[in-house]
């Protein structure tokens, strides 16, 4: 049992570049969240998927699209990166019935 | 909006030294309550959920409380490997997590 895991751990793109971040959990959860975290800001949602075949915009979604390929799977993809997404992004799943939700290692992606 | 405020943002206890962070915050209706411990470089670890004022939850040296204003999480004769940065999360009924910024604590041998 692996958990929620993240591909890759460290990213660097130019600008205007394009990117996946796949993450996957083989907990059998049904929710899967991105967040992005930076300095003084926190942890901020910027999708999620209630289920499979579902997605949701959440505080700050826009530069991103996300893809919940099946109940496992949830990737995040940047189509033209800018420096703003600099970020440490971490991918996290709930488990069904319960509330807190558990998180994978992160990716920290620097977009010059 | 719901808001999470944590203090301090920094602390630093000797190893012994009892102390409690704060998490203050403002939701309408809250679900739950949760704190998350995170390490340098690592994701989130789940520590606690939280769900009605006057609840508490132990865990080793952690003990997490809850009002309908805030919720403390004290750390009792705290060790060098408590180090690390505790977040807060509320979450509202049909919303989602709103995170504190955290509070750094380190605990000098």
């Known amino acids: 049992n692996a958990g929620v895991t993240q591909t890759p751990k460290f990213q660097v793109l130019k600008t205007g570049q394009s990117m996946t971040l796949q993450c996957a959990q083989d907990m059998n959860h049904n929710s899967m969240y991105w967040y992005r975290q930076d300095p003084g800001m926190g942890l901020r949602l910027i999708y999620y998927s209630a289920s499979e075949g579902t997605t949701d915009k959440g505080e700050v979604p826009n530069g991103y699209n996300v893809s919940r390929l099946n109940k496992r799977e949830f990737s995040l993809r940047l189509e033209s990166a800018a420096p703003s997404q600099t970020s440490v992004y971490f991918c996290?799943?709930?488990?069904?019935?319960?509330?807190?939700?558990?998180f994978g290692p992160g990716t920290r992606l620097t977009v010059l | 909006e719901d808001q999470v405020t944590q203090s301090p943002e920094a602390l630093r206890l000797q190893e012994g030294e009892s102390s409690s962070l704060n998490c203050s915050y403002t939701v309408s209706g809250l679900r739950g309550l949760f704190w998350y411990r995170q390490d340098p470089g690592k994701g989130p670890e789940f520590l606690f959920t939280l769900y009605s004022a006057g609840e508490e939850k132990e865990k080793e040296r952690l003990k997490a409380t809850l009002t309908k204003k805030e919720s403390f999480l004290h750390i009792t004769a705290p060790k060098p490997e408590d180090s690390a940065t505790y977040l807060c999360?509320?979450?509202?009924?049909?919303?989602?997590?709103?995170f504190g910024e955290g509070t750094q604590l380190t605990v000098n041998p």
């Open positions: 996290a799943s709930t488990p069904p019935g319960r509330d807190e939700q558990f």
């Open positions: 999360a509320v979450q509202a009924h049909g919303s989602r997590l709103t």
